[in-house]
């Protein structure tokens, strides 16, 4: 099945700097990846997507990269506030008949933004 | 709409007990999941649904349940609760055909 690598499992950075996650898949056939932000306590939360034929999406200061031919793709924060802190979530998908997919999730990575 | 629904939010189990932790979503969705989340661990998908009568085993189905007789309605049953089934569980559901799931709030689970 597919495994999803996630890293650093923790990053601090201060106030203003740039933040950035990198995942790899190990799945050549996953066409689907999103990333989740989850606050303590909270449900996870869907920040971005990009589907296999795109190899960059930006939406203000996220923006996730995605290279095929490695298996990897990255999530981008730019200008990080302190409420960007929280636990970040890549996932890869992989069709399983259908319509159907299955995410499978990187670990998580907490990040903290200090002022 | 309320979107997707847990409940209970919080439960302490014994050992050898059961239960069933509910999930609803008002959203006509036909696909809807059971995830657990562990520290560091991610979240493991335990069991989903792609319509009404149809279920399959995700990654972490051992101890677990699941029926779905309706399309709002997607039940997760802990035969008999262990300790290793102390963890965070999330339902989420979304349309077929898309690719954004949606997450219910969440159940913590503890089971002593």
């Known amino acids: 099945g597919e495994n999803v690598e996630q890293h650093p499992s923790t990053l601090s950075v201060q106030e203003g700097d740039s933040a950035v996650i990198k995942c790899t898949y190990s799945d050549s056939a996953s066409n689907y990846f999103p990333w989740y932000k989850q606050e303590l306590g909270k449900r996870p939360q869907l920040i971005i997507d990009?589907?296999?034929?795109?190899g960059e999406k930006k939406d203000q200061r996220i923006a996730v990269t995605l290279n095929k031919t490695a298996k990897h793709f990255s999530l981008h924060i730019t200008e990080t506030q302190p409420e960007d802190s929280a636990v970040y979530f890549c996932a890869a998908s992989v069709r399983s008949g259908g319509s159907n997919y299955k995410l499978t999730f990187g670990k998580g990575t907490l990040l903290t933004v200090n002022p | 709409n309320a979107g997707v629904t847990q409940t209970p939010k919080f439960q302490v189990l014994k050992t050898g007990q059961s239960m069933t932790l509910q999930c609803a979503q008002d959203m006509n969705h036909e696909y809807m999941s059971w995830y657990r989340q562990d520290p560091g661990m991610g979240l493991r998908l335990i069991h989903y649904?792609?319509?009404?009568?149809?279920?399959d085993q995700g990654e972490v189905p051992n101890g677990y349940n699941v029926s779905r007789s309706t399309t709002e309605d997607f039940p997760l049953r802990l035969l008999s609760a262990a300790p290793s089934q102390t963890s965070v569980y999330f339902c989420a559901s979304r349309p077929s055909g898309a690719y954004e799931q949606y997450f219910g709030p969440g159940t913590r689970l503890t089971v002593t």
């Open positions: 990009i589907r296999s034929n795109v």
């Open positions: 649904s792609v319509g009404a009568g149809i279920t």
